[in-house]
């Protein structure tokens, strides 16, 4: 899901969503062999919130630990951070500890061959849902960076009131809502297709509801049993897409605008829907601060008030290469724990904006989060609130969606030929990673 590349971890998207899309060099700090572990390397992708974290994380370790130095390096995000990463792991250079996606990506480093498994009583104060995420043959690999996130709906609030509008719980109710939106002189749903990636919240983001639908969709899909132009569940995500350019619901520069402008739209009322990630929170706060509470959030409508669950996405894992060995690796052992800790956790929370619930058991948010915060907890604090996004469920994942769903919000193609051509993506994908049905 980041340029050029579904196939990347969401995770991504998140220093795509509140950082430049410059990309920086990546750092020199392989550990080689060895070392007395006085000093060790934490690589970080290059997105704003990322370096911050790291940076914050490495000097409340030292303080902590005063003979240990942690040096935050830095990589591309997306396909080349990707690139890089496997490269160095597969030549024995990476940094001693690393930042990286969990869930399909996590497992597509084999993470058996090239991670060191994780030791202490703190990977059982994990969260369930992320532990499994990076899990490898029962042995957990990974320590949480930042918290979950939700993909569904930024709103904004005053306008809501304004127009005397409820969150809608189906589909029916969001286009209602739209329609006096649009009666009212203002966009009812913004899109930002100048930043690609972010074309495809209407299908990723409505995965809990395919989910609630059709309960084996993620072993089915995977197998190659079921493909989203088969099963109506998944093929709405691409009709509401293109329900939305054919209704005229769309902002006039949705071809050219980006990410950041969309935000600045719905945090100003400009807009009153922007399907998106929370993970872009940070980003908000930076360029509205004054606004940021006045941006709600609700999961994408289905067909099903009673249920109407949330697409979660867990945080990226903090992991050790097996290149990492003696004194530094004794290091990054703390290192990782640490970042797993109450401790860490909390200065998380202090560092970067919240997005979500943390991944550390008894780790709890502050009152004071955004709004879009609060109202995405108050799904998790319901039986059935939440699903997985698809991408922790299968490792199938054709690069090309983000194109496909620019050219269905476009009016370029029709969404029954999307949802196809999305499945001969899928299905090149599987072949080439060998999974067996395709």
């Given amino acids: 899901m980041t340029h050029r590349s579904k196939r990347r971890s969401t995770a991504v998207l998140v220093g795509l969503a509140v950082s430049s899309l410059a990309l920086a060099a990546c750092g020199n700090g392989g550990s080689g062999g060895g070392g ?73 480093l084999n993470p058996a061959d090239t991670l060191v498994p994780a030791e202490g009583d703190w990977t059982g104060n994990l969260d369930k849902t992320f532990a499994q995420t990076v899990t490898a043959k029962g042995k957990v690999y990974g320590a949480p960076f930042q918290g979950f996130f939700a993909g569904g709906v930024l709103y904004n609030i005053p306008l809501y009131k304004k127009l005397g509008l409820s969150v809608p719980k189906t589909w029916a109710e969001f286009e209602a809502n739209n ?115 006045d941006v709600g959030f609700f999961a994408l409508p289905g067909d099903n008030a009673s249920a109407n669950p949330l697409t979660v996405w867990a945080p990226a894992g903090v992991y050790i290469p097996k290149s990492t060995e003696g004194g530094q690796l004794t290091s990054a052992k703390k290192f990782q724990a640490y970042v797993a800790s109450q401790e860490g956790c909390q200065i998380a929370i202090k560092t970067v904006t919240p997005t979500g619930p943390m991944a550390v058991k008894g780790c709890d948010l502050p009152a004071d989060v955004p709004q879009a915060v609060k109202d995405q907890q108050a799904y998790f604090g319901k039986a059935n609130g939440t699903s997985p996004a698809l991408e922790f469920l299968s490792p199938i994942k054709g690069p090309a969606l983000e194109q496909i769903c620019v050219e269905v919000g476009s009016g370029i193609r029709p969404a029954k030929d999307g949802a196809a051509l999305y499945d001969e993506d899928a299905k090149k994908q599987a072949q080439q990673l060998g999974i067996e049905g395709w």
């Avoid at 934490?42 to 040096?71: E, M, Q, R, Y």
């Avoid at 830095?74 to 160095?88: A, L, W, Y």
């Fill in 36 to 108: 007395d572990g006085k000093s060790i390397t934490f690589l970080v992708d290059n997105g704003d919130t990322s370096v911050a974290l790291g940076n914050a994380l490495a000097d409340a370790f030292h303080k902590k630990n005063p003979g240990i130095t942690v040096k935050v390096d830095t990589r591309p995000q997306g396909g080349d951070g990707d690139n890089i990463v496997k490269t160095r792991l597969s030549t024995g250079d990476m940094s001693d500890v690393f930042m990286y996606n969990s869930g399909s990506l996590f497992q597509a």
């Fill in 179 to 293: 329609a006096k939106v649009k009666a009212a002189g203002k966009t009812p749903v913004i899109q930002t297709y100048g930043d690609t990636w972010t074309s495809q919240l209407f299908v990723l983001g409505d995965f809990a509801n395919v989910a609630a639908a059709e309960p084996n969709f993620a072993d089915d899909y995977t197998a190659g049993k079921a493909k989203y132009a088969d099963t109506p569940a998944a093929t709405l995500g691409f009709e509401h897409l293109q329900e939305a350019h054919d209704k005229g619901w769309l902002n006039e520069n949705f071809a050219s605008a980006k990410n950041n402008d969309g935000l600045t739209m719905v945090a100003n009322g400009d807009g009153a829907h922007y399907p998106m990630l929370t993970a872009v929170l940070p980003a908000i706060v930076q360029q509205t601060p004054d606004k940021i509470n």
